[in-house]
């Protein structure tokens, strides 16, 4: 059982910037993938981010390259995303993902985050 919590969401101007975070605990492998996804109420689950398990590789949504950066902390089992330049576009709940990579990218996580809200105001 993997435990996902995130962190950081809030209420940003367009143009500002936010960093969440999100930690994993419990049972855990050593070789993972982690993600983003984020939803509003009118749009299906989307595909934001992905890294690598040793954080080498991301990927990115294409409305979001340039402008988010996902990265790894020293503690593995924590995972960042970087977000700027925000715009109202932007505004969901952001979740947090956890398994294997083409799984992530997917959208077949094998644990998922409560989430939390970004909301960008124009």
């Known amino acids: 059982q993997v435990q996902l919590v995130e962190s950081g969401g809030g209420l940003v101007q367009a143009g500002g910037s936010l960093r969440l975070s999100c930690a994993a605990s419990?049972?855990?492998?050593?070789?993972?993938?982690m993600g983003w996804f984020r939803q509003t109420p009118g749009m299906e689950r989307e595909f934001v981010a992905a890294?690598?398990?040793?954080?080498?590789?991301?990927y990115y949504t294409d409305s979001v390259k340039g402008r988010f950066t996902m990265s790894r902390g020293n503690a593995k089992n924590t995972v960042y995303l970087q977000m700027n330049s925000l715009k109202p576009e932007d505004t969901a709940v952001y979740y947090c993902?956890?398994?294997?990579?083409?799984?992530?990218?997917?959208?077949?996580?094998?644990?998922w985050g409560q989430g939390t809200q970004v909301t960008v105001s124009s």
């Open positions: 419990g049972r855990t492998f050593s070789s993972y993938a």
């Open positions: 993902a956890l398994g294997g990579l083409a799984g992530v990218r997917d959208g077949r996580a094998d644990s």
């Open positions: 890294i690598s398990w040793n954080g080498v590789s991301t």
